[in-house]
């Protein structure tokens, strides 16, 4: 049997259920990939022309490659889009081996880039992938060409109640949709509202949700890649401007 992060049968097909119904929204063709690494394989959601710069999104914890369907069509249009499901995380990758330092998680984007056959590449990230976007750049500057970073959670230490709200929306499972957004993102947006119901499913999942530290001025000094960051005004993981 092969390894999987879910712990029925059953749990897994009603995540692959919602997983399915999100990335139908993409508008776009899709190919999936299977990359294997030393922590195990990675399942990459590819569209785009393959001649094209490649760009590798990385998703919010809990939140699979999916998320990026709003972006995927005008995105695509110009690079190859490489949607990562995060390893030990809610997605179709596996985890074969625990990440216990945070040098596993560079290692792992490292061997899916030698996969995928990329040297360097255009990486953005939000929330957790963000965080990882920016442990890539620093600690292998060499695979990162420009780096994009959407609220980014380590900036700052996260506020308490932050947690509290993940832990509510991910693991009490009678909040509708709608609920879960609200305590996961603090706002209701329709462009969420198909992502947030993979959400409905946390019990199935062998799920340990990590939380990057906050990042020093001492981790920024190896950051070389041209950055754009980008800040919500109504942030719910800390204060933005306090962050900026």
């Known amino acids: 049997m092969e390894p999987s992060m879910f712990k029925t049968r059953e749990g897994q097909a009603r995540y692959y259920a919602a997983y399915e119904t999100t990335l139908a929204l993409w508008s ?5 990939l299977r990359v294997e690494t030393r922590f195990g394989p990675v399942h990459v959601n590819a569209c785009g022309p393959e001649d094209a710069p490649a760009l590798v999104l990385l998703p919010g914890a809990a939140i ?4 990026w369907y709003p972006n995927a069509a005008a995105w695509s249009g110009h690079t190859r889009l490489l ?3 995060l390893i030990g995380d809610m997605g179709k990758s596996v985890r074969t081996r625990p990440l216990t330092r945070a040098q596993d998680q560079v290692d792992w984007l490292c061997d899916l880039f030698d996969g995928l056959g990329i040297a360097c590449a255009h990486v953005a990230g ?10 890539l750049a620093v600690s292998a500057p060499e695979r990162v060409d420009k780096l994009v970073l959407l ?3 380590m900036l700052l230490p996260m506020r308490p109640l932050f947690y509290l709200r993940v832990a509510a929306a991910i693991l009490w499972p009678f909040f509708s949709p709608a609920a879960r957004q609200r305590l996961f993102l603090g706002t209701d947006s329709p462009n969420a509202a198909p992502m947030i119901r993979q959400l409905f499913t946390p019990n199935d999942f062998q799920y340990k949700m990590t ?4 990042v020093s001025p001492s981790d920024l000094r190896g ?16 204060n933005p401007r306090a962050a900026l």
């Open 211 to 214: 939380l990057p530290r906050a």
């Open 151 to 153: 609220s980014p959670a």
């Open 28 to 32: 776009v063709p899709v190919m999936p």
């Open 223 to 238: 950051l070389s890649a041209e950055t754009l960051l980008l800040l919500g005004e109504r942030e719910v993981i800390y």
């Open 126 to 135: 939000i929330s957790q992938g963000g965080a990882l976007a920016l442990s």
């Open 64 to 67: 699979s490659s999916t998320m």
């Open 83 to 85: 949607a990562v499901d």
